[in-house]
């Protein structure tokens, strides 16, 4: 249970010190920055989720209530498959090809682990590594961007 809440504070503080927060205004086609910038608030927000969830998996499980630990499991898989329809929907305004690729991708793995999170026992198999590497990607990308590199479009 540690493990999974030093997970999640660590991808939002990786995203978060890499990227900042701002406020942007949403547009139809929005620039690299502007776009690491909103999905830097939204795996925030989408990991403050998760990361409650897993507390109240740590709460009722050590006071013996594993069908509400099993429920609130299932709650932070269903938070994992909500942020990844958050970021489906921050790539889709995204101007940049990789952008809109690694953002995907990204999507995709949260709702693959957020959809096995099913009892206590899937979390033991959580797999975070494709998360790390797509977020260690997106945030290449969005350093990049950042610097004044060109992102291909």
Do not use: H, W, Y
């Not at 776009?35 to 990361?51: I, M, P, Q, R, S």
């Amino acid at each position: 249970m540690r493990r999974l809440s030093r997970v999640a504070c660590i991808l939002t503080t990786t995203f978060l010190a890499a990227l900042g927060l701002s406020a942007v205004p949403a547009a139809a086609a929005e620039p690299t920055p502007a776009v690491c910038t909103k999905t830097a608030k939204t795996v925030e927000d989408g990991l403050t989720v998760f990361a409650r969830e897993l507390s109240n998996v740590t709460k009722a499980a050590d006071s013996g209530d594993m069908t509400a630990a099993d429920q609130s499991v299932k709650k932070a898989g269903t938070s994992l498959v909500d942020l990844a329809a958050d970021l489906r929907t921050d790539a889709a305004t995204a101007d940049a090809a990789d952008v809109k690729t690694t953002l995907g991708q990204l999507a995709d793995e949260f709702e693959t682990q957020g959809k096995s999170l099913t009892t206590v026992e899937s979390l033991q198999n959580l797999d975070v590594t494709r998360i790390d590497a797509l977020s260690d990607q997106m945030i290449a990308i969005c350093g990049a961007a950042s610097a004044g590199t060109p992102t291909p479009r």
